[in-house]
């Protein structure tokens, strides 16, 4: 009830302020005649005393009567295809990175573009039906298929001198099947823009310089992919962006720095342009996609300065916060002498403050979150402390976060999997998948995370 009242306060102050003051005038008369008010000429002195207090109102209160209107305008125009997001989270579940797969770059000595796929993995492995079958039975329900594109574009310019990034037919067929392999086992999955935001700038970086380029780039890239993936359904998310920042500056990871804020400032366009593209393709579940965005870094802190895109789909809560919470790195990245293996009540701080942050930030505000990137690194000795730390880090993405009503709502948490456990010493060995054997190199830790997932379902 409070809401419609507000609404039409909202509404008749705005009418005043527009000249239509017949409208309130009737509505007033009716009101006066209804309580049997004395004389007509007490009743025009009344309205004009009326009019000019709701006017003075609604100039002291602009910004938040403006507020009230444009969301209760949002609500009454919004679709329903009755899918809830705190639902299509939870149903997301436990999921897992094709890492280090159509993400690599920078191969030198290749002459087939597809032998990318492999390139960074052991023996060059590409994907098969059999690891996405094997992820799906271990009780995997997401997998996220990073896609890095400008390896694979031919560049040409328009008559206006612009530049043009068409994707190889090649290259689109491909990660088309890879996601078909997903897709065919009623997985969701997430494909999205990676590693083009690369240190040469010809592609995607948060600069001013490099915006008006890089909204080109995200824009073509995205209509073509929305284009061809259009009739897929909802368990197909597109992801905007991946880790955009300021790389090979010393802002690079830290996004409380005056550059990174202005990145983070510019990034903002580039995920407005991102959700653009996509519901401009108007066909198939185009509209309706829920769509994740990305801040400076993938930093957790990164909200400081992160403004989510204005969403012209129509339906309600379907973008997406990304976020890449490696909690805490000291446990879970850290190879230097200050790194540690123990799981011990420091690093459950460190794990609960995360899902603090995603509640109170996000959640609570009916703001669906995916960690989309997460994990920890094997070291020599922290296998049994790293298994105890996943437990706790899904419990906590199962329980910690509430809605707006106060309803528990999941994070889905998806595995960083690179394939790599070579060198304990160096970082980076986010291996969980055997691909080449087709199995777990860890099935303790795999076993624990899908059991914290599924404790309270």
């Known amino acids: 009830m409070r809401k419609k009242v507000v609404l039409l306060t909202a509404l008749l102050a705005g ?5 239509c003051g017949q409208t309130v005038e009737m509505e007033e008369m009716k009101l006066d005649n209804e309580l049997k008010q004395e004389s007509e000429q007490e009743t025009d002195i009344d309205m004009n005393i009326k009019a000019e207090t709701q006017e003075s109102a609604a100039e002291s209160e602009e910004t938040e009567t403006d507020n009230v209107t444009q969301t209760q305008e949002e609500v009454l125009r919004q679709k329903d295809d009755g899918v809830r ?5 939870a149903d997301m579940g436990m999921g897992w990175n094709l890492g280090n797969t159509f993400d690599a770059i920078d191969c030198s000595g290749l002459s087939d573009e597809l032998d990318y796929e492999g390139a960074w993995l052991p023996g060059n492995t590409k994907t098969t039906k059999e690891m996405i079958s094997f992820v799906k039975e271990q009780g995997f329900r997401t997998i996220r298929i990073p896609v890095s594109w400008h390896n694979h574009v031919d560049i040409t310019t328009d008559e206006n001198g612009k530049k043009v990034y068409t994707i190889r037919e090649a290259w689109m067929k491909r990660v088309k099947e890879v996601v078909d392999y997903c ?7 997430v494909i999205n823009i990676h590693h083009d935001d690369n240190k040469d700038r010809r592609f995607i970086y948060p600069t001013a310089e490099c915006q008006e380029q890089s909204i080109d780039y995200i824009t073509q890239i995205w209509t073509q992919v929305a284009t061809e993936f259009a009739e897929y359904d909802l368990h197909l998310i597109f992801e905007v962006v991946n880790e955009v920042r300021l790389s090979g500056t010393d802002d690079e990871w830290t996004p409380d720095t005056p550059a990174s804020k202005e990145a983070q400032c510019i990034i903002n366009t580039y995920s407005q342009a991102g959700v ?7 066909s198939g579940y185009n509209a309706s996609r829920f769509i994740m965005c990305t801040g400076y870094a993938g930093n957790l802190y990164s909200y400081k300065n992160q403004v989510l895109p204005t969403d012209k789909g129509g339906y309600p809560n379907r973008i997406m916060v990304s976020t890449h919470p490696y909690s ?35 959640t609570s505000k009916d703001v669906p979150v995916v960690i989309s990137e997460w994990g920890t690194i094997l070291k020599a ?7 105890e730390h996943a437990s706790y880090y899904v419990n906590q993405a199962v329980t910690a976060c509430k809605d707006s009503t106060g309803e528990t709502v999941q994070i889905p948490c998806i595995l960083w999997d690179n394939g790599s456990i070579a060198d304990v010493t160096k970082g980076e060995t986010f291996g969980y998948l055997d691909r080449q054997n087709v199995t777990w190199f860890d099935q303790g830790y795999v076993d624990a995370i899908i059991d914290a997932c599924d404790a309270d379902n």
């Open 15 to 19: 009418a005043l302020l527009s000249g």
């Open 85 to 89: 997001w705190q639902d299509f989270v």
């Open 183 to 189: 897709y065919d086992e009623g997985l969701y999955v």
């Open 276 to 282: 653009d593209a996509i519901r401009a393709v108007d």
């Open 328 to 362: 805490p790195y000291v446990f879970c990245m850290d190879v230097s002498e200050n790194g540690k293996s123990v799981y011990d009540e420091q690093v459950q701080r460190d794990v609960r403050e995360v899902f603090r942050v995603i509640n109170q930030q996000w």
């Open 381 to 387: 000795d922290n296998e049994e402390s790293r298994r």
